[in-house]
């Protein structure tokens, strides 16, 4: 019954820095997405996954910014070159079948000094 | 440019009334909407989510409304306590479209 798991739960890195944020969608979910939410801002779209179709990459802001998502289960979000304005916190969010309620993990909350 | 509104200034009343949060939006034409709830360095939480053709639904003490004439779902939690604080998002999904576009989220300090 574990919920939807993110790690690191904080990373520090250098601006220039390759990162790479994990999540473990809730066993079972068809869809996976991410998110990010910076500091008194709204959840900001950046990539959605369903079963085997064709992510929709349509929020990701640069060519920095990729996803993968491994056997339908583990996704993998990587910032190459990390930036000062990639600061925020990436949210992932899984659920049962496309468009039903969404269950978040906590959150990686990324600083780029 | 589609646009969903929340206020951005906290919402606080005392412990027992009932808060009432507000979501506008503009340009959208939403299958549905969504509330969700979000603690201080939490995920946001799942709390309610209504169909375009439903007028009002409930859950325990609280109720959401969506008028899609005036684009507004309004929600509301009765009875209000503390541990009702927190920060309340509302989120948009067009038909068709699987991604639910988020407001920027109104917080609620409920005063004992």
């Known amino acids: 019954g574990a919920g939807v798991s993110q790690s690191p739960s904080n990373k520090v890195t250098e601006k220039g820095k390759d990162v790479e944020l994990r999540c473990d969608p809730i066993s079972g979910h068809t869809a996976l997405y991410w998110y990010r939410q910076s500091l008194g801002q709204g959840l900001e779209f950046l990539i959605y996954?369903?079963?085997?179709?064709?992510?929709?990459k349509s929020g990701l802001p640069s060519d920095r910014f990729s996803a993968e998502r491994t056997g339908g289960s583990v996704s993998t979000l990587t910032i190459q070159r990390t930036q000062q304005e990639d600061s925020a916190v990436y949210l992932c969010a899984s659920s049962p079948a496309a468009g039903v309620p969404l269950h978040f993990g906590n959150g990686t909350r990324l600083t780029v000094t | 440019s589609q646009k969903i509104e929340q206020n951005s200034e906290a919402l606080n009343i005392q412990e027992g009334k009932t808060a009432t949060l507000t979501c506008n939006y503009t340009n959208y034409s939403p299958a549905y909407l969504q509330w969700y709830r979000q603690d201080p360095g939490r995920g946001p939480v799942f709390l309610l989510l209504?169909?375009?053709?439903?007028k009002e639904k409930r859950k325990e003490r609280l109720k959401v409304t969506f008028d899609t004439t005036l684009k507004q779902s309004l929600f509301h939690i009765t009875a209000s306590q503390p541990a009702d604080s927190a920060t309340y998002l509302c989120a948009l999904s067009s038909g068709g479209s699987y991604i639910p576009t988020f407001g920027r989220g109104t917080s609620l300090i409920v005063h004992p």
């Open positions: 996954f369903q079963g085997n179709s064709a992510p929709d």
């Open positions: 209504i169909r375009e053709n439903e």
